[in-house]
């Protein structure tokens, strides 16, 4: 089973409003981060919150983390056409392995 | 900056042939992974490498092999493809274990008939 899990799979919203996605883990970790991917690429790094951090932002985007309730947000405020992707979630527990979620899919209305 | 290269972009497969996923990267980095990509399912890691001359498994090995002769390059070998193996692959790189920022290549489109 998968470690981190997406909410909602899917968001649909007009151009400038804000969107926010979440993201569920079921053990310990010691980093989490956010990727995006564009329709037929690869996976883009966005951000990365370490478990002693509770919110970073990154110019539109802030990501906040709750250990006790195992879960992240990440919101993308005045979204923009060019926000239509995928987001990703990927949780890290010290070792190996970064164990990546399903996935948010954002369409940004024009 | 060529960053992680990966090749074929897309292969058709017949069931039963075998073929290996090219990925090169150019950033000196210790650790190379692959994923697959299925609809709904996000990416799970097929086998991964912590440096030249060590690999492990993933969470879904099966049917896959890869080796690690050099920093640089880091092949996927599908053994005995099977339709249930149609999807997108994805190489990674990152310079260490520890959760740094992983970099991808652009995605091999794989058809396994």
């Known amino acids: 089973s998968q470690q981190g899990e997406e909410d909602p799979q899917a968001l649909s919203i007009q151009e400038g409003e804000n969107a926010t996605m979440n993201c569920s883990y079921k053990t310990s970790i010691n980093n989490l981060q956010w990727y995006r991917q564009n329709s037929g690429r690869g996976l883009v790094h966005l951000i990365l919150i370490r478990s002693n951090e509770r919110e970073k932002h990154s110019g539109r985007l802030r990501v906040t983390l709750d250990t006790s309730k195992k879960s992240s947000s990440l919101l993308i405020t005045a979204s923009r056409a060019a926000d239509t992707a995928s987001y990703f979630c990927?949780?890290?527990?010290?070792?190996?392995?970064?164990?990546f979620g399903a996935g948010t899919r954002l369409f940004v209305k024009a | 900056n060529a960053g992680v290269t990966q090749t074929p972009k897309f292969q058709v497969l017949k069931t039963g042939q075998s073929m290996t996923l090219q990925c090169a990267q150019d950033?000196?980095?210790?650790?190379m992974s692959w994923y697959r990509q299925d609809p709904g399912m996000g990416l799970r890691l097929i086998h991964y490498?912590?440096?030249?001359?060590?690999?492990d498994q993933g969470e879904v090995p099966n049917g896959y092999n890869v080796s690690r002769s050099t920093t640089e390059d880091f092949p996927l070998r599908l053994l005995s493809a099977a339709p249930s193996q149609t999807s997108v692959y994805f190489c990674?790189?990152?310079?260490?274990?520890?959760?740094?920022?992983?970099?991808f290549g652009e995605g091999s489109w794989l058809t396994v008939v």
């Open positions: 490498s912590v440096g030249a001359g060590i690999t």
């Open positions: 990674a790189s990152s310079f260490s274990r520890s959760g740094n920022t992983i970099y």
């Open positions: 990927a949780t890290n527990t010290g070792g190996f392995k970064t164990i």
């Open positions: 950033m000196n980095h210790e650790y």
